[in-house]
């Protein structure tokens, strides 16, 4: 088997254990659109990228992984549940009074960074881990999700300038470009194009890729960026293969119908999902 296959068969184990933390929530709805625009990215950060063991979760040389867009925490959660970090138990707590993921936890112990909530703040906290990184003479690398609606906050403007400046080649960013926000579609309410050409003219380098491709993002993450921070801007869709929600604002926070849980459940089986 090769290690895309593998990774394939990782992404579809964060994509089930996903759907069944949405379904669980109910009426309640969570965080779908831009959970699932990004699964195959947390399937090569956490199967192939990242240097982090559950047994050791607090070691000073692991990598660092900031989800500065803290909706993603489906497949976040789901991510860790397949590495070892949490306990099946642990996700069934998920949207529970009390239940250890709830909301927006930070606890290093379970490979919880950064809490998040509050977009336009991660990559800050990035910046920060990877220039202590440089100071200390550590060889651990910080990895940062950024959402593209989340590029609309001057903050992340500012922190992407700094990190060109202090030569941050040990951070490495992913822009989940799905092309949407909470309320709309991104070139009508703020326009990025072109983002690629704009971080260029910050002093990043950059590579771009189909977002649901793993082939293309392990090629992504191997760019050299010698003396630069390193920005992926992964194309992708929000709510990926889930019928009713793909491509529109309310799945950003949205409930999981029955028949929509089924649907990507026999797509999975039947090898028809992931069709881009």
């Known amino acids: 088997m090769t290690e895309i296959e593998q990774l394939e068969i990782f992404s579809n184990k964060i994509r089930k254990t996903s759907l069944d933390m949405a379904l669980s929530a109910g009426k309640a709805g969570c965080h779908i659109g831009g959970g699932f625009s990004c699964i195959e990215i947390f399937a090569v950060l956490y199967g192939k ?4 063991d559950a047994k050791d979760p607090v070691n000073e040389n692991r990598d660092r992984f900031i989800p500065s867009k803290a909706h993603c925490i489906l497949p976040n959660f789901a991510s860790l549940l397949h590495t070892g970090f949490i306990g099946q138990n642990d996700i069934l707590s998920f949207h529970e009074n009390g239940g250890l993921l709830a909301g927006h936890p930070e606890n290093r112990e379970i490979g919880l960074e950064f809490s998040g909530g509050s977009l336009g703040m991660g990559l800050s906290v990035g910046i920060g881990m990877s220039l202590a990184a ?34 941050l080649d040990n951070l490495i960013v992913v822009v989940d470009y799905n092309n949407m ?96």
């Not at 060889?139 to 990190?163: I, P, Q, R």
């Not at 019928?243 to 999975?268: C, G, R, T, W």
């Open 49 to 52: 990228i990242l240097n982090v």
């Open 134 to 167: 440089k100071r200390k003479g550590l060889s651990h690398k910080t990895y940062v999700l950024l959402g593209d609606g989340e590029c609309n906050e001057g903050s992340v403007w500012e922190a992407f300038m700094s990190a060109a400046q202090f030569r």
């Open 181 to 276: 926000q909470f309320d709309g579609v991104n070139y009508v309410i703020m326009g990025l194009a072109p983002l690629d050409e704009k971080l260029k003219a910050f002093g990043w380098q950059t590579v771009s890729c189909n977002g649901h491709n793993i082939g293309e993002l392990l090629n992504a993450f191997e760019m050299p960026h010698p003396e630069k921070p390193l920005a992926i801007i992964a194309h992708t869709i929000k709510a990926h293969g889930i019928p009713s929600l793909e491509n529109k604002a309310e799945s950003h926070h949205a409930a999981l119908s029955q028949e929509d849980y089924d649907f990507v459940i026999n797509a999975m089986k039947d090898g028809s999902y992931g069709r881009i």
